[in-house]
Structure formats: C-alpha cells, structure tokens
C-alpha cells in the first residue's frame, strides 16, 4: 500500500512539472526588458518609453476601435498579449527593425524566454506571416500555428472564406496561370484574384517551383489591395502580395 501511495504522489508530481508546449519557441540571444504602458490589438503595444511596437511573425484578427465590429477573436488576441506581455515585457530587434508606420519590428517574449508570437499563434488567435528579412524563429511559428490548426482552436474552428476586399487575407484557391514580368511572378486564380511575388522577393523561389504550381490548389496569406479596373479590363480586382514560401503551399483538397 505505501508503495503504491508512492507512485501515486511521484505520478502527480509529474503531471504537475512545466513542460514546453508544442510549437514553444524559446529565445535565442540576448534580451532587453522594457516596461509596458499599454496593449492595443493583438500584435500591438507601446512601450513605457513611446516605442510602438509591433510584434513580428503574426497577424492578429482587427480590432473597430470606432465602431466595435471586431473581427473574430480580436478581443481574445488582445486580452491574450495583455495577460502575456504583463507590466515587462523582453524583446529582441528584428533584422529590419522599422516598418513604414514608424513601429518598431521586435520579438517578444516573456520572462521564461517564451516567445510570445508563439503563444498567440498556439492558441489559434493570430495567422503565422513571414515578411523578409525578419525570419527568424519562422520555423518555429510553423509549428505553433500547426498545433493550432489541427486541435481548431480559435480562428482555426473556421473554414477559409476568401473576401475581395483590401487588408490581410489567407486564401485556397487553384491556380490557372503563371506568368513573369518587370513587377515579379503573377499566379492567376480562379477566382477574382491574382498572387504576386513581387521582383525584390523572387530569389526565395526556384523557377521550376514556381511553375510546378500551376493547375494546382494552393493556399496563399498576406496583404491583399484592390487595384483599378477599367471595364474592357481583362485583370484581376485583387492583388495579393506573398513574400515568401512559407506563404504559399500546395495542397491537397483534403486538407
């Protein structure tokens, strides 16, 4: 009996040890600690010195701070990095560590090193995005998004419904045609939609990989504009920008 007793305690100690989740990115590197003054949306939030910061990696669902129609799990996205980021926060500059907002490009990670991105996209409240150069940790945020996707949990309980309209976007769609110009690669779909890999961005594909998609289903994410269209105008509306080949993946129908 007191052996069993034993295995019994050693069993909840166990169950009870921190373990890292699947898809956990720990930090690589030296960290700066800065504090925290106050969380906008999901992937957003001032530092105590005015630095905006803008967490790299993710894409969180929009917050209507004017009207309060908020995308789904918008709020959850938030409150999440609320909870993460508490009163400090620790942060690693990304290689380019501005955007054309003036926000500052930074990993973020709590005080156990636990890349926070990570935590978003393993909840299922964010989309993974790999925007070149900064692409470290991708892999990572790979596998984090993917625990998500496959347990549904947050915006993954949802099936993907293209929108022809301007912002972030993830579609599936089947490609009917490639082609190549001075403005980079322009993959066709079947739907009012064409892909482009921009010309700055070409190097990360092989051409023969670019061709090989052709005819096949694909599933691309990044940020979609609607361009001008005169009515004789054979083009597609929308124009969505992929820059890398994390972002964009065959499939099969199945998945």
Not at 12 to 40: E, H, Y
Not at 164 to 174: I, L, N, Y
Request: positive net charge; aromatic residues 10%.
């Amino acid at each position: 009996m007191l052996i069993q007793k034993k295995r019994q305690a050693l069993l909840a100690l166990f169950l009870c040890l921190p373990f890292p989740s699947f898809g956990q990115c720990l930090a690589d590197g030296d960290l700066q600690k800065a504090q925290v003054a106050k969380v906008i949306d999901g992937d957003t939030l001032y530092l105590k010195d005015g630095r905006k910061i803008r967490l790299v990696g993710i894409n969180t669902p929009e917050l209507d701070h004017e009207q309060g129609h908020h995308e789904a799990y918008a709020l959850e996205a938030k409150q999440r990095l609320t909870a993460l980021a508490g009163s400090h926060v620790y942060w690693q500059s990304a290689q380019e560590n501005e955007d054309r907002y003036g926000r500052k490009l930074y990993y973020l990670f709590t005080k156990d090193r636990d890349s926070i991105t990570s935590r978003l996209l393993s909840d299922g409240l964010g989309y993974r995005v790999a925007v070149p150069p900064n692409l470290k940790y991708q892999d990572c945020f790979v596998q984090a998004e993917l625990s998500a996707r496959e347990a549904k949990r947050g915006l993954w309980q949802y099936s993907t419904h293209w929108q022809p309209q301007a912002g972030f976007a993830v579609v599936r769609s089947t490609l009917m045609s490639i082609t190549h110009n001075r403005g980079g690669w322009w993959l066709e779909t079947d739907q009012d939609l064409v892909i482009n890999i921009p010309r700055y961005a070409e190097h990360y594909w092989a051409q023969k990989d670019v061709f090989y998609l052709q005819g096949k289903m694909i599933e691309a994410r990044g940020w979609q504009y609607q361009r001008k269209k005169r009515q004789q105008d054979r083009f597609k509306s929308v124009v969505l920008t992929v820059k890398h080949p994390q972002d964009l993946r065959r499939i099969k129908s199945s998945d």
